[in-house]
Each structure stands twice: as structure tokens, then as C-alpha cells.
């Protein structure tokens, strides 16, 4: 069992950062696999990073966002983050972070259905 909350979205120009933080409470986030996922109005959640359990040795990004964003994990403080750079307007969207304890997440961690839980979402505006 794991809560998680999201902060860090806001209004920012395209070009620009920000920095995205998804808390964990209720337990130690270390034994989850962690995802970003985004959803924008009239589309589909879509999966945007991921990050392996433990050390975090294994991350992925759609393709859309590779060499801009970033996702780590700070255990310590049951955090993960998403760095955001060279935004888009069409990374526009609510940002959800996710948590999964399942042992086949490595074939499936670009699916909504993998995750048990999920976070509030923050919004991120990206104004051109």
C-alpha cells in the first residue's frame, strides 16, 4: 500500500523546465517500479517514463520524449522525479506518477494496467 502525490506542474514557455516530484507515503517506495504517465483532454493516458525498483537501474521513455526528459528516483525520500526540458506545447497535459510491484514489469511498464497506484496528477501547461 502506497499513496503518491504529485507536484511541480505549472504554466511554462516552450524551451522551458520543470521539474516534476512524485511522493510516496504508507510505505517505502524502494521495492516499486515507478512510471510518469500523462493524459491530455480527449486522449488517452499515455505512458511518458519509467524507472526499475531498488536502484532505479533500469529507465524508459516514449519516443517522444527521449533526450528531454529525464526520471529518477530518490529512495531516501521516497521520491521520484521527472525533469522536463525543451517543452512542448504538446506535452501539455495532466502528469500522474504510478507504482508497481509486479515481476513483469519490464514487458508491460508502458501500460496503464500494470500499475496498482496512482497519484492525483499535476497539471503542466506548456504555452508556445
Known amino acids: 500500500q502506497v499513496h503518491l502525490v504529485e507536484s511541480g506542474g505549472g504554466l511554462v514557455q516552450a524551451g522551458g523546465s520543470l521539474r516534476l516530484s512524485c511522493v510516496a507515503s504508507?510505505?517505502?517506495?524502494?521495492?516499486?517500479?515507478m512510471g510518469w504517465f500523462r493524459q491530455a483532454p480527449g486522449k488517452e493516458r499515455e505512458f511518458v517514463a519509467g524507472i526499475s525498483r531498488n536502484g532505479g537501474g533500469t529507465t524508459y521513455f516514449t519516443n517522444s520524449v527521449k533526450g528531454r526528459f529525464t526520471i529518477s528516483r530518490d529512495n531516501a525520500k521516497n521520491t521520484v522525479s521527472l525533469q522536463m526540458n525543451s517543452l512542448k506545447p504538446e506535452d501539455t497535459a495532466v502528469y500522474y506518477c504510478?507504482?508497481?510491484?509486479?515481476?513483469?514489469?519490464?514487458?508491460?511498464?508502458?501500460?496503464?494496467?500494470?500499475?496498482?497506484?496512482w497519484g492525483q496528477g499535476t497539471q503542466v501547461t506548456v504555452s508556445s
Open positions: 504510478a507504482a508497481d510491484r509486479s515481476s513483469t514489469w519490464y514487458g508491460s511498464y508502458s501500460s496503464v494496467r500494470t500499475y496498482d497506484y
Open positions: 504508507g510505505r517505502g517506495i524502494t521495492i516499486y517500479n
